[in-house]
Nanobody
Framework: QVQLVESGGGVVQAGGSLRLSCAAS????????MRWYRQAPGKQREWVAT???????GYADSVKGRFTVSRDNAKNAAYLQMSSLKPEDTAVYYC??????????????WGQGTQVTVSS
């Protein structure tokens, strides 16, 4: 019933910027928390950023000061604005959400991921 779809990935030069989007669709009452994760080849998945229902945010040390997470509750969407990109930011980026429903318990969902490649 619920689907998360990431978009906005691509190839960018070091020092450039990119904006990722995550759109949730389906029968949704509200979304408690939206998170961004990333996974580089040969490495475990890494938490990147979180935004709560009351717009509290948190960031991994590796991206703090360069990335900004935001959300649009009317659109059931989250965004990740990435600036001053570095080659080590290269990874598949995943959107994660904890979705509230009217008649069932909260459920966690993952998007399919979008590739971000930062070239030197």
């Amino acid at each position: 019933q619920v689907q998360l779809v990431e978009s906005g990935g691509g190839v960018v030069q070091a020092g450039g910027s990119l904006r990722l989007s995550c759109a949730a669709s389906g029968t949704i009452f509200s979304i408690n928390v939206m998170r961004w994760y990333r996974q580089a080849p040969g490495k475990q998945r890494e938490w990147v950023a979180t935004i709560t229902s009351d717009d509290n945010t948190g960031y991994a040390d590796s991206v703090k000061g360069r990335f900004t997470v935001s959300r649009d509750n009317a659109k059931n969407a989250a965004y990740l604005q990435m600036s001053s990109l570095k080659p080590e930011d290269t990874a598949v980026y995943y959107c994660n959400a904890i979705v509230r429903f009217k008649f069932r318990k909260d459920t966690e969902y993952w998007g399919q991921g979008t590739q971000v490649t930062v070239s030197s």
